[in-house]
């Protein structure tokens, strides 16, 4: 979808131009294939098994980490019986999404919160 407009932008700038400028704003959203469909969210996160997913391990980059260790800290304490998989346990490239899919269902994960630094 193309929505085409055309403004006189030569006479905003100067009263005695006459040029008119065409803009064009184009639908910048793309079809996706949706290969994973997102899961419906648990009512209660006691007895569940939450991953843990930083999308960088890079220190200086990485804060979503130390934001995941902050909230784990807190969930375990809103929720003892929760158990929760770290970040090491799954690939923090984001482009890895087989690799992580596949982690998350070998853990048996129920939800993953995902720390998103850089």
Known sequence: MAVVMSWSLAA???????????????????????THPIAARPGDLNGKRIGLWASSAD???GY??????????????RYPD???????????DY?????????IEAHGVEAVIGGVGG
Request: glycine share 4%; hydrophobic share 50%.
């Open 82 to 92: 929760i158990a929760l998989i770290p970040p090491a346990e799954f690939p923090t």
């Open 64 to 77: 979503g980490a130390a934001f995941l260790e902050s909230l784990g800290e807190a969930l375990q304490e």
């Open 95 to 103: 482009h890895m999404q087989d690799e992580l899919f596949a982690a």
């Open 59 to 61: 220190p200086i980059y």
């Open 12 to 34: 905003a700038i100067s009263p005695t131009a006459s040029a008119a400028v065409q803009f064009s704003v184009l639908n910048p959203s793309a079809e996706i294939e949706i």
